[in-house]
């Protein structure tokens, strides 16, 4: 045996997947999404990256990391009336019942108006069969949400049936 060499090997490290909860890892890619958008804008070369300039940019970038961790994600379109007819993504993680909206602040949008846009939200999910939570993640990058933690400590809402999580990032 080579010096240095123990005969007791280390078990081999198990996937985050593996070891993880679900909503926890979503979590987890949430609180690092502004990290890795930032990233994204820091690319040499002049080379063209993604700017996440609206909710559809925020959408499309949080598909991609969930597709890191999760092999069956659905995507559920829908129209809701805040939206001026425009449909929203909604992402299914069929095995966790599991459904992940995203929402980015910008000028004019309020508390309340996210609020409010959650409870309609809420009340779609909640009628849908396959859906124990809701979790939202709403990024707000320039900081417009005065109380974050207050925002998602009044959001969030545990039933028997039916959960609304709530994580605003960065904070």
């Given at each position: 045996m080579p010096i240095g060499s123990s005969s007791h090997q280390e078990p081999a490290p198990q996937s985050p997947q593996a070891e993880s909860d679900p909503v926890e890892l979503v979590k987890t890619l949430c609180g690092r999404f502004h990290s890795v958008a930032r990233q994204l804008r820091l690319r040499g070369e002049y080379r063209a990256t993604l700017n996440v300039e609206d909710e559809f940019d925020a959408q499309d970038l949080l598909h991609a990391l969930l597709r890191v961790q999760f092999d069956d994600i659905g995507t559920d379109e829908w129209t809701p009336s805040y939206s001026s007819g425009a449909p929203r993504t909604t992402f299914l993680l069929n095995d966790s019942r599991m459904a992940v909206i995203v929402k980015k602040t910008r000028p004019g949008l309020t508390?309340?108006?996210?609020?409010?846009?959650?409870?309609?939200?809420?009340?779609?999910?909640?009628?849908?069969?396959?859906?124990?939570?809701?979790?939202?993640?709403?990024?707000?990058?320039?900081?417009?949400?005065?109380?974050?933690?207050?925002?998602?400590?009044?959001?969030?809402n545990v039933?028997?049936?039916f959960v609304i999580d709530v994580l605003v990032a960065p904070k």
């Open positions: 508390a309340n108006d996210l609020t409010d846009q959650l409870r309609i939200d809420a009340e779609q999910y909640r009628s849908h069969d396959r859906c124990a939570l809701l979790l939202c993640f709403i990024y707000d990058p320039e900081g417009r949400i005065g109380n974050p933690r207050g925002l998602e400590s009044n959001l969030t039933s028997d049936s």
